[in-house]
């Protein structure tokens, strides 16, 4: 009963920590226009991408895994805050990875041993990238802050001097090879957002 308690509080602890992430803010804007995104929005809307997406990916993806790996990837900046894609910062993008492994050490360990090892090792499979459900979800993530800015009018693209080419570079290649169809369509929505002055040419 004692063992049964203490996962009870270890999950409970584990569910207040996770609140944080709502307020922990991005550099995009919602669609809309009216606020910037935070982080728990993010990765409840990939959740959505991972579950609705599945149909276009290039390679067979199991789904149950791909969502849960979407809502657990970015848990890591309650702790290690968010690091802009496109950020000047050398010691920001240096220290990303320590950052964020110290706070996989801490947060998944908040859980009840099992469920800690599991998100962590969900974790893991996104950063090294190397399984059919890790490359999907990274073109998703990849994917859905270029079709926000699309949709609001490239207002951070424009703030932080982002240019066409490099929004390719950073989503290309992640999103081409494994949602080829979504990247065409979120191709020509970049190239009509160039055209309206929402991002510079290259």
Same mark, same amino acid.
């Given at each position: 009963? &004692?063992?049964?308690?203490?996962?009870?509080? +270890? %999950?409970?602890?584990?569910?207040?920590?996770?609140?944080?992430?709502?307020?922990?803010?991005?550099?995009?804007?919602?669609?809309?226009?009216?606020?910037? !995104?935070?982080?728990? !929005?993010?990765?409840?809307?990939?959740?959505?991408? +991972?579950?609705?997406?599945?149909?276009?990916?290039?390679?067979?993806?199991?789904?149950?895994?791909? #969502?849960?790996?979407?809502?657990?990837?970015?848990? #890591?900046?309650?702790?290690?805050?968010?690091?802009?894609?496109?950020?000047?910062?050398?010691?920001? #993008?240096?220290?990303?990875?320590?950052?964020?492994?110290?706070?996989?050490?801490? $947060?998944?360990?908040?859980?009840?041993?099992?469920?800690?090892?599991?998100?962590? +090792?969900?974790?893991?499979?996104?950063?090294?990238?190397?399984?059919?459900?890790?490359?999907?979800?990274?073109?998703?993530?990849?994917?859905?802050?270029? $079709?926000?800015? %699309?949709?609001?009018?490239?207002?951070?693209?424009?703030?932080?001097?982002?240019?066409?080419?490099?929004?390719?570079?950073?989503?290309?290649?992640?999103? !081409?090879?494994? $949602?080829?169809?979504?990247?065409?369509?979120?191709?020509?929505?970049?190239?009509?957002? &160039?055209?309206?002055?929402?991002?510079?040419?290259?």
């Amino acid at each position: 009963m &004692t063992e049964l308690h203490d996962d009870v509080a +270890a %999950t409970l602890r584990f569910f207040m920590e996770a609140d944080r992430l709502k307020g922990v803010e991005r550099k995009n804007f919602l669609a809309d226009g009216s606020r910037r !995104e935070n982080t728990a !929005e993010h990765s409840w809307h990939l959740g959505i991408a +991972a579950m609705i997406m599945a149909p276009f990916a290039s390679e067979p993806v199991d789904i149950a895994t791909a #969502v849960c790996m979407a809502l657990v990837h970015d848990i #890591v900046e309650i702790d290690a805050g968010d690091t802009f894609a496109y950020s000047q910062s050398e010691e920001e #993008v240096a220290s990303k990875e320590s950052r964020e492994i110290a706070a996989a050490d801490h $947060l998944f360990g908040l859980l009840p041993t099992a469920m800690g090892e599991r998100f962590r +090792a969900l974790w893991d499979e996104y950063e090294r990238g190397d399984t059919p459900e890790a490359r999907y979800v990274m073109a998703v993530d990849r994917m859905a802050p270029m $079709l926000l800015n %699309t949709a609001e009018g490239g207002s951070t693209w424009r703030e932080y001097g982002i240019t066409r080419e490099r929004v390719i570079a950073r989503n290309g290649s992640h999103i !081409e090879k494994a $949602l080829p169809a979504i990247w065409a369509s979120a191709l020509a929505g970049l190239d009509a957002a &160039t055209a309206a002055g929402h991002v510079a040419a290259d």
